[in-house]
C-alpha cells in the first residue's frame, strides 16, 4: 500500500508524500547520510551567497542579480535549517528541488552571448543540473522509506481466548483423555489404578 493509500486510509491530507512530514519514516542509512549532507551543503552555500552575492553576481556576467542572489541565499539557511532540525526532512529536501528550478531560471538568461562571461554561467548551469539530481534522488529515496508502526494502533485481543475450540465445546474433554502408557511411567510407579485398569 502507498503513503498516499495509507493517508486516505485513514483520513488524512492526501497531498503527495513528497510534501508531508511523516515522522514515522524510516529511510536507509545511506539516504540518512546523504539528507545530512544536502543540509549542510545548503547551510554553506546559503552563506556563501549571502556574503560573496555581488562576487558570485560579477563571475556570472550578471551584476544586477546580486539582491537575487542573496536572498536565493536566505531561502537555502532556511532549507539547511529545516533538513538539519526536522525529524522528517522530506518537504524541506524536495523544496530544495523547487529552488534548483528557480536557480536555473534566474541564471540561464546569462547564456547571452553578449555576456562576456557565458562559460561561467555555462559552469554554473551544469554544477546545478548536477545538485538538483542528488536532489531528486535524495527526495524520492526520503518519500518511498517505509512508515515504522504507529504507537496509536492498539490491537484488541479481549475477545481471544487462546484455545483452539470455544470454552464450552472444550469443557469436561480433560476428563475423557487417557495418557498412554508410556507417558505415565515405569509400570512399577503407577498409581494402583493405572495397574490394575
Not at 552563506?47 to 544586477?64: F, H, I, K, N, Y
Not at 554554473?124 to 538538483?132: E, M, N
Not at 527526495?139 to 522509506?145: K, N
Request: net charge positive; with cysteine; proline share 10%.
Amino acid at each position: 500500500m502507498s503513503h498516499r493509500d495509507q493517508n486516505r486510509a485513514s483520513g488524512r491530507s492526501t497531498l503527495p508524500s513528497y510534501l508531508v512530514s511523516e515522522p514515522r519514516r524510516r529511510p536507509d542509512p545511506g539516504t540518512r547520510e546523504l539528507t545530512r549532507g544536502l543540509g549542510w551543503f545548503s547551510v554553506g552555500l546559503g552563506l556563501t551567497e549571502v556574503v560573496c552575492a555581488d562576487a558570485l553576481a560579477r563571475w556570472l556576467g550578471m551584476p544586477r542579480a546580486a539582491p537575487v542572489i542573496r536572498a536565493y541565499g536566505v531561502r537555502e539557511l532556511v532549507q539547511g535549517a529545516g533538513i538539519l532540525g526536522s525529524h522528517d526532512p522530506t518537504p524541506w529536501v524536495s523544496a530544495r528541488v523547487a529552488g534548483d528550478a528557480i536557480d536555473i531560471a534566474t541564471v540561464l538568461p546569462g547564456l547571452d552571448p553578449q555576456n562576456s562571461r557565458k562559460d561561467n554561467v555555462l559552469i554554473a548551469l551544469v554544477a546545478l543540473v548536477g545538485v538538483t539530481a542528488v536532489d531528486v534522488i535524495c527526495a524520492r529515496s526520503l518519500s518511498e522509506a517505509p512508515l515504522a508502526p504507529s504507537d496509536k494502533v492498539r490491537r484488541d485481543y479481549r475477545r481471544r481466548s487462546g484455545f483452539p475450540r470455544r470454552p464450552e465445546a472444550m469443557r469436561g474433554a480433560a476428563r475423557d483423555f487417557k495418557p498412554p502408557p508410556d507417558i505415565i511411567g515405569p509400570e512399577a510407579m503407577r498409581p494402583w489404578t493405572l495397574t490394575n485398569a
